[in-house]
């Protein structure tokens, strides 16, 4: 017998295989051959892989949504910590509320006995009508006398961080907490305490003004910035902010001069006729003045500034015209300093933990 027979039928076939075909014939197979085993695992598999990507989709996106929704509650958590912390550090102690003459009023409360007194909080105003007048002290930080016809609120009162809100009126600040902790708003300027007494009126346009006794008082408005010495005062106008400083013993044309400077609406041939003015009519006391107007004319102006400041104060050795009519900050403050009226590192120091108005 040939092998060929036994694979695939042909040749010679042989007796005793043809005889056990014939006995076992009875039993053979008539259905189609099922697919190997490897094929229906792959079948299966194929059958149950979109039903286990939905679900292993569906568990992912749960997953996600469950993490985004613990991160929100947690950041929601967070900033309430982070708000209460720092209101309860801005509410800090409350100003004691003494009573000096009329009624003077917070809230609906108005204090009528001589020895009746009051808190201030974060958040309420004390009102004195046209009879009306109080003091509000703070230990750690001074006193205040609030005139008649004046409304005047606490905005921060924690560590390191007094800030009032003048309204309207007028108070006499005697403060003796470090420069730059203690702050009064006003409708048109932010008055810095630098370690210092004074008198901030503001009248019922915004309009204000302020007066240094003791000390000296920073005044600013967006980058606007006003040094007020012992013995000086400032105006300020809303939308225009601190004008420029000046002593009040100067003369009537010099201060007459500088308001219209400062404020009004004038005509190129009237600046320049009113910068003549104050040039000629400085003392050298107005070296205040004419230090800040070197930040405050144009560059053609500038020089001629420069030069009758020089004559008046002449500048430190580390100071050139050339710096200065460039407005180099380190010659300016150099300058300033050599006045004697308070050292200007203090201002850069705190005025800039304060937010500009």
């Known amino acids: 017998m040939k092998d060929d027979y036994l694979w695939d039928g042909s040749g010679e076939p042989d007796p005793e295989v043809q005889k056990l075909e014939n006995v076992l014939g009875r039993y053979r197979h008539d259905q189609p051959a099922p697919a190997p085993v490897v094929e229906q695992v792959f079948d299966q598999l194929a059958a149950e892989k979109p039903v286990r990507r939905r679900w292993s989709f569906f568990l992912s996106r749960l997953s996600f949504q469950l993490a985004a929704a613990t991160a929100v509650v947690l950041i929601g958590i967070t900033t309430f910590l982070v708000v209460r912390a720092r209101r309860a550090n801005d509410a800090g102690p409350a100003w004691e509320i003494a009573r000096i003459e009329?009624?003077?009023?917070?809230?609906?409360?108005s204090l009528r006995g001589n020895s009746e007194t009051a808190q201030l909080k974060v958040g309420q105003t004390l009102v004195t009508d046209n009879t009306s007048r109080a003091s509000i002290t703070l230990d750690e930080t001074g006193t205040i006398e609030v005139d008649p016809a004046s409304r005047l609120r606490v905005v921060a009162s924690g560590l390191n961080r007094k800030r009032l809100s003048l309204e309207r009126g007028t108070i006499h600040a005697t403060i003796w907490a470090p420069p730059g902790e203690f702050v009064?708003?006003?409708?048109s300027a932010v008055a810095v305490d630098l370690g210092c007494v004074y008198t901030l009126h503001v009248d019922d346009s915004g309009t204000g003004l302020l007066r240094t006794t003791m000390g000296w008082v920073g005044f600013k408005l967006n980058g606007h910035e006003s040094f007020i010495p012992a013995g000086a005062v400032c105006a300020t106008r809303p939308k225009i902010g601190p004008g420029t400083p000046y002593f009040e013993d100067a003369s009537a044309s010099f201060r007459d001069a500088l308001t219209k400077f400062d404020f009004a609406k004038i005509t190129p041939q009237e600046r320049n006729a009113l910068l003549g003015i104050l040039l000629v009519d400085a003392r050298k006391e107005d070296a205040l003045?004419?230090?800040?107007?070197?930040?405050?004319?144009?560059?053609?102006?500038?020089?001629?500034?420069?030069?009758?400041?020089?004559?008046l104060a002449p500048p430190p050795k580390d100071v050139t015209r050339e710096g200065i009519l460039r407005l180099d900050q380190k010659m300016l403050d150099s300058w300033w300093n050599s006045f004697g009226y308070g050292d200007v590192y203090l201002?850069?120091?705190?005025e800039r933990t304060w937010s500009e108005k």
């Open 347 to 350: 201002w850069h120091m705190y």
């Open 184 to 187: 009064v708003d006003t409708p």
């Open 102 to 109: 009329g009624a003077p009023r917070v809230g609906w409360h």
């Open 289 to 311: 003045t004419l230090w800040h107007l070197l930040s405050r004319v144009s560059d053609a102006e500038r020089p001629g500034v420069y030069d009758r400041l020089a004559v």
